[in-house]
């Protein structure tokens, strides 16, 4: 009995001593990898900011080597990755992310925001909506659905782009009713291109609840009730865009006029076209002008003339060139001159033939690239500029 215990004293300090070594000696194992591990991340950090992508890219790969559980390395591997458009292994590192059972939920969610990215670069659409959508609930369903609206718009599914539009206005991310009217009118469009006039009138019907005074809508509502034969309508949803939104207006501002003078409104259009003009030059109301004034009408003519010299433009001066030589005078001539000098001038460049540089003037140093003699000494117009 005193032999047992004697060997019981003498062992427990030995068992003790050998704990304690071994627990050194793993103590310097693990300060020595979290050494080198830091110092490999560091080292692709510092190579990523020196913009050496691919030495980074191996420093990385050295770090998620030396510790393979650090998630943190993994999403620096994968952006990376996704970066240089290498989004096969993109997709590949951040796949294996979420196999890992161990992974947190805020990182599991990371990682299947991060594979989405990968699948929208890589242009895989319909993989991409189902990581997208596989984020719903979480921190990141703002964005995924942002994501899947602008997917949705990319692929022209309008049914579920409203939908989500309509989500993202309900969790108040914002106003979506002009751009859920625009699905709308796409919806009509198709219904009307294919002949199904009441999916067509119902698509509008959906964008009048939406936005009631969206310029598309009102504009689209017009031009189908005028092909119906419906004037009164026709001109009655463009005199609501008129008001609304006066510069979309000059879209339809010459079908207006045609649209009333078969009404026999032409007296009254030609009075309200003129008092919006008057707010709003522009070459669009003189072209609707013309729907309702005679041919060749002195009034009309010097009209043009006196917008060409005030408002220069070649959009003006192809309705002059349009009549007669000799409506054009001598001040409607001397405008037309101007408007085609100004017209001219920023089209009229020097290149640098070193790197594409263009300038008005002539440079003996590129201010571009540098280089000497580069410029040839010939102007180049409009296309081939480019």
């Known amino acids: 009995m005193d032999f047992e215990l004697q060997w019981l004293l003498i062992g427990l300090p030995i068992a003790f001593g050998l704990g304690w070594l071994a627990s050194r000696f793993d103590l310097r194992q693990w300060k020595r990898d979290s050494r080198d591990n830091p110092r490999a991340y560091f080292k692709g950090l510092n190579l990523l900011l020196n913009e050496q992508q691919d030495k980074a890219i191996d420093a990385f790969i050295e770090a998620v080597q030396n510790d393979p559980d650090t998630a943190e390395l993994h999403f ?22 979420l196999r890992r059972a161990d992974l947190k939920p805020p990182d599991r969610d990371r990682a299947q925001r991060a594979l989405a990215q990968d699948y929208m670069k890589a242009g895989l659409f319909d993989r991409a909506e189902a990581a997208w959508l596989a984020l719903t609930g979480t921190s990141y369903a703002g964005e995924a659905r942002l994501a899947l609206l602008s997917l949705y718009e990319r692929s022209r599914d309008w049914p579920r782009a409203v939908g989500v539009a309509q989500q ?71 005199d609501t865009l008129r008001d609304a939104h006066p510069t979309s207006f000059l ?60 408002h220069p433009s070649l959009a003006a001066a192809q309705m002059l060139l349009g009549q007669p030589p000799e409506a054009w005078h001598d001040d409607g001539l001397a405008a037309m001159r101007g408007a085609v000098a100004s017209a001219a ?19 003996w140093q590129c201010p571009g690239c540098l280089s000497w003699d580069s410029y040839p000494p010939v102007r180049q117009e409009g296309m081939d500029a480019i």
């Open 345 to 363: 001038k920023p089209l009229n460049r020097y290149r640098c033939a070193a790197c594409g540089f263009e300038a008005q003037r002539y440079f």
């Open 76 to 97: 620096a591997l994968g952006n990376l990755f996704r970066r240089r458009g290498e989004f096969e292994r993109a997709v590949r590192v951040h796949e294996h992310l």
């Open 168 to 238: 993202l206005q309900a969790d108040g991310v914002g106003a979506f009713e002009d751009r859920i009217a625009h699905y709308e009118c796409e919806q009509a469009l198709a219904a009307d291109a294919q002949g199904r006039s009441d999916d067509a009138e119902a698509a509008l019907s959906r964008a009048r609840t939406a936005a009631p005074r969206a310029a598309r809508l009102l504009l689209l509502s017009g031009e189908r009730a005028a092909a119906a034969g419906r004037t009164d309508d026709a001109l009655a949803a463009w």
């Open 251 to 310: 879209l339809v501002a010459e079908a207006y006029a045609r649209t009333a003078r078969e009404a026999g409104r032409s007296d009254a259009t030609r009075e309200m076209l003129l008092a919006l003009y008057r707010q709003l030059p522009a070459v669009e109301l003189l072209q609707a002008l013309q729907q309702l004034d005679p041919p060749e009408s002195s009034a009309s003519l010097a009209r043009l003339r006196g917008h060409l010299q005030r």
